[in-house]
């Protein structure tokens, strides 16, 4: 079994700072992209970020040059950065990733609980 566990979210003021974190836990050979997305009610799930195994990294045109993601392979884990929140950025944020299961050899997408942020003005 394949595990993604968040933690980061909260209240926060407008114009402040968050840092959310995932980690994968279970028999993975291979984590390829891993991402975050968000969701408010009503709505559809939405992109935020994504960053490849090598690095690379793409951003919702919403959060460019506001949020920062990074990940460290050696631990399985995925964090964004997320500064000058706004309240339109209030959401349950998901961790995201797309790993290769040791049982199966084959890919599975994975999703985290969901952890919410909340921005007050």
């Known amino acids: 079994q394949v595990q993604l566990v968040e933690s980061g979210g909260g209240l926060v003021q407008d114009g402040g700072s968050l840092r959310l974190s995932c980690t994968a836990s279970?028999?993975?050979?291979?984590?390829?992209?891993m991402g975050w997305y968000r969701q408010v009610p009503g709505k559809q799930r939405e992109l935020v970020a994504r960053?490849?195994?090598?690095?690379?990294?793409s951003y919702a045109e919403s959060v460019s040059g506001r949020f920062t993601i990074s990940r460290d392979n050696a631990k399985n884990t995925v964090h964004v950065q997320m500064n000058s929140l706004k309240p339109e950025d209030t959401a349950v944020y998901y961790c995201?990733?797309?790993?290769?299961?040791?049982?199966?050899?084959?890919?599975?997408?994975?999703w985290g609980q969901g952890t919410l942020v909340t921005v007050s003005s």
């Open positions: 279970g028999s993975i050979i291979r984590i390829n992209a």
């Open positions: 995201h990733a797309s790993v290769i299961r040791r049982a199966t050899m084959r890919s599975l997408e994975v």
């Open positions: 960053i490849s195994s090598g690095g690379s990294t």
